[in-house]
């Protein structure tokens, strides 16, 4: 042990005299390195010197050391010019500039070319855009990179013959831009057909902090969701944060003129249509009525069901047949009185101008169980308020699952005009929900209520639908709760105390005093999922 702590002493005193005398003879080390390069030097020219002029070369030499010699101190100074020569001469050498490693963005733009050139290089052009031996200096023009280094812009040439306006073509080209510059992203596509330019713009993530509230707009505009500052032009106060901000809504508006009066929206499973239904029927509680048909039957509505202004929430395929005979019916009652109205010159009723809203949600499924049990299917129910519904302030809005798209009805594609698809769509499923190509490309992942709107013949925006949970899901975050809570019609609290209901009238004939009666009413429900029922009125049973 103790010879291992000498042998260790002994090392370290070694190493610091030798980084003593190092210090010491540095100057030395230099000048001594310096004389041995003027002797090579020397040597060098010695012998480069030809033979011939070797002895006039050594005579002038000596000379004029000589002469050196005779100068007063000029030895000295002889001697001195020499090491002071010497030491710059052996002074260490510049430290070679370091290579420069290959910049990152070079290498990504490099590789998109590479990518890009099997589908826009041409094969017999003598000077093509792209080419396996080109750069992809010859086709992009302006590129844009993030501090991590990822791209967020870039804008690039494409030859004429390629064919822009084909969708599959572009997704092809939408598909390595978007594998090569990373998935997580959502991306926008300008193409420019007619100067032959692709304008590639990375996206920045909407806010899905957004929990239900009061939105600041007018009567039959209902806030989807809320989309960037290229989706609108409009922005309203929202609470985010704990803060009031602007933020770009998606508004579909409703009613009499309006070009779009129903909505279809299409999602992956999981991704939010409920919640988007959900959303909907809160904006649409304070100034309307509403049916609701919860084809999947997960009871995810049930903090509706006998609320003021709520008719039913049916998830039997009985009950959802008896409330949308009632709901055509209704419609055609509606219609026949403003046109009496109209007829009369007088003010329609306002049981027959208050706004009623269909929402169903996964009808496909109640269609399936129709169509094994030999009954009508619902969607064919819902042809006169799709068709008659604008005039009667009849909104039908229908959530399915992207999987069930082809099982969506003829009339019901036809005639829902305002469109959203959530989660991330190929692009096909894109065209098949909204009724046009996607400009954009989506996320490999995306939140849930994540998507993209359309309205009427507008582009698609992207959409992040607020957050509005059930308020039974007692998994959900307990503020996210509470903000819907306090949106349903007489905000109370789980608590609020057992009522009989009311029955309704049972005759057709009173049918139309149904809306009057159901905004008179109290609240009667325990916001429990155990005990709040689930079941049709007796209003439509048939
Ligand atoms: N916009 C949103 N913001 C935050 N969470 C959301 C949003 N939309 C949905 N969620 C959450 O995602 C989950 C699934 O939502 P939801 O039930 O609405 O999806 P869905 O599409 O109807 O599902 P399914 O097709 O399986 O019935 C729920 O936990 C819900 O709270």
């Known amino acids: 042990m103790s010879l291992t702590r000498h042998f260790n002493r002994g090392r370290d005193l070694a190493r610091s005299a030798s980084d003593c005398a190092s210090d010491m003879f540095a100057p ?28 006039p070369t050594l005579f002038l030499s000596a000379a004029v050391l000589l002469g050196i010699y005779l100068l007063p101190h000029g030895p000295l100074i002889a001697v001195l010019a020499l090491m002071a020569s010497a030491a710059w001469a052996g002074r260490a050498p510049k430290a070679a500039p370091a290579e420069p490693g290959p910049d990152a963005a070079d290498l990504r733009l490099t590789a998109l070319y590479a990518a890009l050139t099997p589908y826009l290089g041409g094969v017999d052009e003598p000077s093509p855009l792209y080419s396996l031996d080109g750069s992809y200096k010859s086709a992009f023009s302006a590129w844009e990179f993030d501090a991590a280094g990822r791209m967020t812009a870039l804008d690039l040439a494409y030859p004429a013959y390629f064919t822009d306006t084909e969708a599959s073509a572009r997704a092809k080209i939408e598909q390595v831009v978007q594998s090569k510059a990373g998935r997580a992203r959502e991306y926008r596509f300008d193409w420019d057909e007619e100067s032959n330019r692709l304008r590639i713009t990375a996206l920045a993530p909407l806010p899905t902090d957004i929990a239900a509230q009061h939105f600041v707009t007018t009567p039959g505009e209902i806030v989807l969701g809320f989309t960037d500052e290229l989706g609108s032009h409009r922005t309203i106060p929202v609470h985010q944060g704990g803060d009031t901000v602007q933020q770009p809504p998606v508004i579909w508006r409703t009613g009499p003129r309006s070009a779009e009066p129903h909505l279809l929206a299409l999602g992956a499973a999981g991704q939010g249509t409920s919640t988007l239904i959900r959303s909907i029927a809160l904006q649409a509680l304070p100034y309307g009525d509403l049916v609701l048909i919860d084809g999947a ?144 490309a989506p ?100």
């Open 297 to 440: 039957g997960t009871g995810e509505h049930a903090c509706l069901v006998n609320r003021p202004g709520v008719y039913t929430v049916e998830t039997s395929l009985h009950g959802a047949l008896a409330a949308l005979e009632w709901a055509a019916k209704e419609t055609e009652r509606r219609i026949a009185a403003l046109s009496t109205a109209r007829h009369h010159g007088v003010t329609p009723p306002e049981d027959v101008s208050r706004p009623l809203w269909l929402l169903l949600d996964h009808p496909t499924e109640l269609s399936e169980l129709a169509h094994a049990e030999g009954r009508p299917d619902p969607q064919d129910l819902l042809e006169v308020p799709l068709r008659q519904g604008r005039a009667a302030r009849v909104t039908v809005v229908i959530a399915d699952d992207l999987a069930a798209r082809d099982r969506i009805s003829t009339t019901v594609r036809a005639t829902t005009r305002a469109r959203v698809v959530l989660g991330p769509p190929g692009a096909e499923a894109a065209e098949a929900a909204l009724g046009v190509p996607l400009d954009i």
């Open 443 to 542: 996320a490999a992942q995306m939140p849930p209520g994540r998507g993209y709107a359309r309205i009427g013949t507008a582009l698609p925006v992207r959409l992040q639908v607020p957050a509005t949970v059930d308020p039974l899901d007692e998994e959900a975050p307990p503020q996210l709760r509470d903000a819907v809570i306090t949106l349903l019609p007489h905000r109370d609290t789980r608590t609020e105390a057992d009522a009989d209901v009311e029955p309704a009238p049972t005759q057709p004939a009173a049918q139309a005093s149904v809306p009057a009666e159901a905004a008179a009413r109290g609240p009667v429900v325990e916001l429990t999922k155990d005990t709040a029922p689930v079941r049709p009125r007796t209003a439509w049973r048939v």
């Open 28 to 55: 030395l080390t230099v000048i001594g390195r310096g004389l041995r390069v003027q002797a090579d030097w020397a040597r060098g020219r010695w012998a480069a010197t030809p033979k011939d002029r070797r002895g």
